[in-house]
């Protein structure tokens, strides 16, 4: 065995999963860590999306780490800046802070086989060395732009909702808004009153249940704050619930019967005209696309200022937005709620291995995979927070966050402890990836065409079961799915297991 010292870590990212994994290794008694951050501020997708009405759609009592409660939400569902604040205040508090490289956007990384180490290169040519490469830039950071003939020649302002224009002033405006996702469906009311007139390009419908929202109590709050195991209490029964939706969302469960009566009822009372109503009956299965929870989307389309669009976008002109019966509807502002790239895991990234594996080509040519979501073959010290296959239909992600950042503080300290660098297996790799895509192939998340699938129809992005039994399967790292690979970069054939 090797004489060993702590490895040192890079983490590419600081939003919730790339500070709970810092917290973890700290914990682990691993203290040399450099988050690199590509903006100016830690957060994530709740520094950068602060489009108007952005809110959290999982119940704010789930929605703060678990080494660090929050106990204190204003509301049900906590809305952007406050989530922002939460995660920015502790990374200050608890010296998080303090290991974040900001402005600091990470192009690639190669291994470097006679160190064994990562040789990280950021945008700027700068280059870092690290033992261990963590990636923790999740499924929702890279803003998807269709690519609609005539996009370019737009006039007037045009930006996605990840990447809100402020500057705009949209009183009076007519707005075009493509996409009916999870975004769309908090700005669309909340600019709908000021602007002018609306028009909202629907693709395909989503589906819409009441959302149980509202402000604590200033009773709730004290009563939390002096009762702390309250809130663990509340926070447990929460998530035994969610872990209801995620079963319902995998197999179309019993509880699916009944979010789609209340669905109905929801439209029913809330749009009164016929044809309206028909425009937003969804043609899927319940819980195919992602479930979307408010009580002013529908509302905010039957407004005498607002239309919906179901004819399919063939094109952007100057002045607006040609539909396939040949109307052009004319805006003064673009506004683009069409998701994110979901499935181009790491993209722009360029991760290149022993022997200069690609990762890219490497899941080109069997699917987007890795072990547990964390571990790819061939890709040594490498490991991916909210990678392939550890997205939810339902419940709080933080769970399965800090369910990776355990496994992989445990994998780092595998790696401290014998001094040799370890990836995971191809055998114990591919039998897990064999069962996920044989539970996913039995899920409702086949029957349509959404942000889960790859062009290929495989699923890439969704988890198939719950949280606690993703937690049950991460809670302990197994060496023995791993292979101590050799300073040439090769797997070292009489060490099989790194044990």
């Given at each position: ?368 995979r890795a072990h547990l979501g964390i571990s790819v073959p061939k890709f040594p010290n490498f490991f991916i927070l909210y990678g392939p296959n550890t997205n939810l239909g339902g419940s709080s992600i933080l769970g399965m966050l800090e369910a990776q950042a355990g496994y992989i503080s445990q994998a780092v300290r595998q790696i401290g402890q014998t001094g040799e660098p370890i990836a995971v297996r191809e055998q114990p790799a591919k039998a897990y990836d064999d069962e996920i895509q044989s ?61």
């Amino acid at each position: 065995m090797k004489q060993t010292t702590a490895p040192s870590v890079i983490i590419i990212g600081a939003g919730f999963g790339g500070l709970a994994t810092a917290h973890h290794l700290r914990t682990a008694g691993v203290r040399d860590i450099t988050i690199l951050e590509r903006a100016d501020d830690v957060g994530g997708v709740w520094r950068d999306n602060t489009y108007p009405g952005a809110a959290c759609d999982v119940p704010s009592v789930l929605y703060s780490w678990s080494f660090a409660p929050k106990h204190d939400w204003s509301h049900r569902y906590a809305r952007q800046g406050e989530i922002h604040r939460y995660i920015r205040e502790h990374a200050q508090s608890s010296g998080l802070l303090d290991l974040v490289r900001t402005n600091a956007e990470v192009a690639g990384a190669d291994w470097d086989a006679d160190t064994a180490q990562w040789v990280v290169r950021l945008a700027d040519g700068e280059e870092l060395r690290s033992d261990v490469l963590i990636s923790a830039v999740g499924q929702l950071s890279r803003p998807a732009i269709p690519k609609i003939p005539g996009l370019e020649s737009f006039t007037g302002p045009s930006f996605h909702s990840a990447t809100w224009d402020h500057d705009v002033d949209l009183t009076g405006k007519r707005v075009g808004v493509i996409g009916t996702g999870a975004s769309a469906i908090q700005f669309v009311p909340a600019i709908a009153p000021k602007v002018g007139e609306m028009t909202v390009f629907q693709r395909s419908a989503p589906y819409v249940v009441p959302k149980p929202d509202g402000t604590y109590s200033a009773r709730s709050l004290r009563r939390f704050a002096r009762f702390p195991q309250m809130h663990g209490v509340t926070r447990k029964a929460v998530f035994h619930l969610t872990e209801q939706l995620n079963k319902t969302l995998d197999d179309n469960g019993r509880l699916a019967d009944l979010l789609t009566k209340a669905w109905q009822a929801h439209l029913r009372l809330q749009i009164k005209d016929p044809a309206l109503r028909a425009k937003l009956v969804p043609d899927y299965d319940l819980g195919c696309k992602r479930l979307l929870f408010s009580n002013d989307w529908y509302p905010a389309l039957a407004r005498e200022n607002v239309d919906v669009v179901t004819d399919s976008i063939t094109a952007v002109e100057p002045g607006g937005i040609r539909t396939a019966d040949g109307t052009l509807h004319e805006v003064d502002v673009l506004i683009h709620g069409t998701g994110f790239a979901a499935t181009e895991f790491l993209a722009p990234m360029r991760i290149t291995g022993p022997g200069g594996a690609d990762l890219h080509e490497y899941w080109a040519e069997g699917g987007t995979r890795a072990h547990l979501g964390i571990s790819v073959p061939k890709f040594p010290n490498f490991f991916i927070l909210y990678g392939p296959n550890t997205n939810l239909g339902g419940s709080s992600i933080l769970g399965m966050l800090e369910a990776q950042a355990g496994y992989i503080s445990q994998a780092v300290r595998q790696i401290g402890q014998t001094g040799e660098p370890i990836a995971v297996r191809e055998q114990p790799a591919k039998a897990y990836d064999d069962e996920i895509q044989s539970r996913l192939a039995s899920s409702v998340w086949t029957t349509c065409a959404s942000w889960y699938r790859e062009a290929s129809g495989r699923i890439s992005t969704n988890w198939p079961g719950t949280v606690a039994e993703y937690q049950r399967r991460t809670s302990r790292f197994d060496a023995a799915e791993f292979e101590q690979v050799g300073a040439v970069g090769t797997a070292d054939p009489a060490a099989t297991a790194a044990r």
